[in-house]
């Protein structure tokens, strides 16, 4: 947990941003002036609202006028995205781990994750895209925090094909989404992303979940997970070798028959973010 304080402060956007997930007033306008405060938060909040994606005649060139176009919940998410991507990219880490890669998953389970809850009742849909984002946090704490015992995880996980869950409590005697959630709790995000973020592995345990009625976010956010593993976003070949088919997982949520269109959807949502991390 100590490794938590070796990282870069939060931005005044980002720190503005995890306050919101917290269930704070969001100020369009305290919001517009951060941004503009930044070049390349401000740059790529012009670019996404000018993209293809939003089929515009003419160019927007006003910060104030993206921010009314691209809405709260899109704008959010994208300027979490990016400003958690950026924190990242200060962090020093071992030379086997990607952080492109990182970077490439979170954004992916975000964005699915989000379009997911959109689909069918989950419980706290609005914490989707933030839990996503920030669901493997700990698997960044350990490569930062306990290098030779990130290398250890990974040399027992290729040699006895185990989950990597179970090579994390061999080694470390914890998991990642037990690190991921300890670290949003120190941070003050709010309750469900925690717990949605602790069981992502593992979401039958998840004291949340149902029989009837909408389902825990931590289901939403394990099926999410695989999908990005199945469909290219993974952090490394072992997680994608174990992700099931897209079919199988969107199961889960009596999403099978949607396949198709989700992932089409879910593609076209990436795509103009990709460019930005």
């Not at 000018?50 to 993206?66: C, D, F, I, M």
Request: proline share 6%; aromatic share 6%; charged share 20%.
């Amino acid at each position: 947990m100590k490794s938590l304080d070796q990282l870069p402060p939060f931005s005044p956007v980002l720190h503005h941003l995890m306050a919101t997930l917290a269930d704070e007033d969001v100020s369009f306008s305290k919001l517009a002036d951060l941004i503009e405060r930044d070049t390349v938060l401000s740059g790529n909040v012009l670019r996404l609202v000018n993209s293809a994606l939003y089929g515009r005649r003419g160019n927007v060139s006003s910060v104030r006028a993206a921010v009314s176009i691209l809405g709260l919940n899109k704008l959010r998410n994208f300027l979490l995205g990016l400003s958690v991507s950026r924190l990242w990219s200060r962090v020093r880490t071992p030379d086997s781990w990607s952080m492109a890669r990182f970077n490439g998953h979170a954004i992916a389970v975000a964005v699915l994750a989000d379009r997911l809850v959109q689909k069918t009742p989950i419980e706290y849909p609005e914490g989707a895209f933030a839990a996503g984002l920030l669901h493997d946090l700990g698997r960044l704490m350990i490569a930062t925090a306990l290098p030779e015992e990130f290398q250890r995880i990974h040399a027992m996980r290729v040699s006895s094909g185990k989950a990597l869950v179970q090579c994390e409590y061999a080694v470390i005697d914890t998991s990642h989404a037990e690190l991921s959630a300890a670290a949003l709790g120190r941070w003050n995000l709010p309750v469900p992303i925690q717990k949605a973020v602790l069981y992502h592995h593992h979401p039958e345990l998840d004291p949340e979940r149902r029989a009837g009625g909408a389902q825990p976010l931590s289901l939403a956010l394990a099926v999410a997970n695989e999908v990005a593993n199945a469909t290219g976003h993974a952090i490394t070949e072992e997680d994608a070798k174990e992700a099931p088919p897209p079919r199988e997982s969107f199961a889960r949520l009596k999403l099978a028959h949607d396949t198709d269109a989700i992932l089409a959807a879910f593609e076209e949502d990436l795509q103009p973010l990709k460019a930005s991390f």
